[in-house]
T-cell receptor, first 113, second 115 residues
Framework: GENVEQHPSTLSVQEGDSAVIKCTYS??????FPWYKQELGKRPQLIID?????GEKKDQRIAVTLNKTAKHFSLHITETQPEDSAVYFCAAYYGGSQGNLIFGKGTKLSVKP | DVKVTQSSRYLVKRTGEKVFLECVQD?????MFWYRQDPGLGLRLIYF???????EKGDIPEGYSVSREKKERFSLILESASTNQTSMYLCASSWLPGQGFNEQFFGPGTRLTVL
């Protein structure tokens, strides 16, 4: 069935460095790829998303790239700050009209001051 | 702002009890979802509903059932709770994809402990 693989499971960086999280998906019909951030004890919240007709999208310090041919997409965070520490989930939309997302297992990002 | 609320933040139940988890959204979303979140396993879909009285099984429906009698409310039911159902349960809602919005809005979660 549909699957989303996410790597790495944990990532530790120094404040100011960049962080990259990668995901691959299995369903070539997937056309929507969101990224959610979940801070400790809080609900997941959408931070950026990309649709399959776009190769890259940027919002301040975060960017997402999509390679449809290879079926992978990545989250890039530049100039990391301690408040970027959280668990990040990628997801891929599939399933026609019912709006279903398959989530990756998450990446715990730690930004050390 | 979209608001998704869940009836309890923390719940402790005993093995064999029937458990109801309630979720309410105020944005007239068609889709509603129940996920289970466990460390290292991410978010796993239990059930979802794309309309009143409609439901679809997700990846891990065993041991659970759902009810959607009204558009704004989606209930998750554990018919006979077991210790392996101890977990964080997250509800989410979204518009139908045809309207161009696929973002899922999450509730705060219910941490269920089954003793």
């Amino acid at each position: 069935g549909e699957n989303v693989e996410q790597h790495p499971s944990t990532l530790s960086v120094q404040e100011g460095d960049s962080a990259v999280i990668k995901c691959t998906y299995s369903d070539s019909a997937s056309n929507y790829f969101p990224w959610y951030k979940q801070e400790l004890g809080k609900r997941p919240q959408l931070i950026i998303d990309i649709r399959s007709n776009v190769g890259e999208k940027k919002d301040q310090r975060i960017a997402v790239t999509l390679n449809k041919t290879a079926k992978h997409f990545s989250l890039h965070i530049t100039e990391t700050q301690p408040e970027d520490s959280a668990v990040y989930f990628c997801a891929a939309y599939y399933g026609g009209s019912q709006g279903n997302l398959i989530f990756g297992k998450g990446t715990k990002l730690s930004v050390k001051p | 702002d979209v608001k998704v609320t869940q009836s309890s933040r923390y719940l402790v139940k005993r093995t064999g009890e029937k458990v109801f988890l309630e979720c309410v959204q105020d944005m007239d979303h068609e889709n509603m979802f129940w996920y289970r979140q466990d460390p290292g396993l991410g978010l796993r879909l239990i059930y979802f509903s794309y309309d009143v009285k409609m439901k679809e099984k997700g990846d891990i429906p065993e041991g659970y059932s759902v009810s959607r009698e009204k558009k704004e409310r989606f209930s998750l039911i554990l018919e006979s709770a077991s210790t392996n159902q101890t977990s964080m349960y997250l509800c989410a809602s979204s518009w139908l994809p045809g309207q161009g919005f696929n973002e899922q809005f999450f509730g705060p979660g219910t941490r269920l402990t089954v003793l």
